[in-house]
C-alpha cells in the first residue's frame, strides 16, 4: 500500500490519522498545508493544484523512505490534493509516528520541506480580482529579465 | 531520434498544448529543449525547471533514445 497518496477530494484526515496509530509510538505530529486567504499582498479566493501523479507518488514515497531511514521513525505518511479548493481547506497532511517527539518533527518538516521542491505539483492561486496566476512566475519574471 | 515531450502547468500555457512530438537532431534532454524553444517564443527554462525522461527525474544533459518521453517541468510549487 502506497504511504504517499495524491487524491482529488477532500482529505479524510480522521482516517489519515488512524492510519497511523502504532502501539511502540509515544510520539505523533501532524502538518496540514491549508489555503489561505492572501499572498503576497493579493486577496486570494482559491487555489488550484496541477499534480503530475505517477512521478508524485514515486518520488512522494521516496522522500517517506528518506525520512524513516535518516530519523529512525517508525511511521511516515502524506497525502496531497488536486484541483480546486476553497480557503482552509487541506491541501496537504504529514503524518510521522515516532518512539519520541524530537525525531517525529524532525521528520515531518523534512517531508514537508522536500515535498515542496521535489514533487511535480504546481499551484495556481486565484484572486479576488478575478485574476489567476502560477505560483513561482515571479522567479519565472525574474528568469526572464536575467535572458 | 524522434521524442514525445510533454509540457507541464506554466510550460502547457507558454506553448499553448500539453505533448507534441519532436525530431531532434539533438542528444539531450537539454538539446531538446532549446529546440523547443525555438518552436514555442513564449517557453524559457527557469533556473528551477525540472526534467523527467520516462517517468523518472532526470538532469539537463541526459542523454535520450528514441521512442523516449520528455516531461518538462516548470519550477514547482507543491504543499
Known amino acids: 500500500m502506497n504511504r504517499f497518496t495524491v487524491t482529488h477530494d477532500t482529505i479524510a484526515l480522521d482516517a489519515f490519522r488512524r492510519g497511523m496509530d502504532d502501539p511502540s509510538c509515544g510520539a505523533y505530529v501532524q502538518f496540514e498545508g491549508r489555503v489561505r486567504n492572501h499572498n503576497e499582498g493579493q486577496p486570494v479566493l482559491r487555489l488550484e493544484y496541477e499534480i503530475y501523479e505517477p512521478l508524485a507518488v514515486k518520488e512522494g514515497e521516496r522522500i517517506l523512505d528518506e525520512a524513516l531511514a535518516r530519523y529512525g521513525v517508525e511511521k511516515a505518511a502524506a497525502e496531497h490534493r488536486g484541483g480546486l479548493m476553497g480557503l482552509e481547506e487541506v491541501a496537504v497532511v504529514v503524518g510521522v509516528s515516532a518512539a519520541h517527539r524530537d525525531e517525529a518533527f524532525a521528520a515531518c518538516r523534512y517531508i514537508i520541506d522536500e515535498l515542496k521542491i521535489r514533487l511535480p505539483i504546481w499551484k495556481k492561486e486565484h484572486y479576488a480580482s478575478g485574476e489567476a496566476r502560477w505560483v513561482n512566475c515571479q522567479r519565472c519574471a525574474s528568469a526572464h529579465d536575467q535572458g | ?79
Open chain 2, 1 to 79: 531520434m524522434r521524442v514525445k515531450v510533454r509540457y507541464f502547468a506554466a510550460f502547457r500555457d507558454d506553448t499553448g498544448c500539453s505533448e507534441e512530438f519532436v525530431d531532434s537532431a539533438g542528444s539531450t534532454t537539454g538539446e531538446v529543449f532549446e529546440q523547443c524553444r525555438s518552436r514555442h517564443q513564449g517557453l524559457h527554462r527557469h533556473q528551477a525547471s525540472m526534467v523527467a525522461v520516462n517517468d523518472e527525474m532526470a538532469q539537463w544533459d541526459t542523454p535520450l533514445a528514441d521512442g523516449d518521453e520528455v516531461l518538462f517541468f516548470p519550477p514547482v510549487a507543491g504543499g
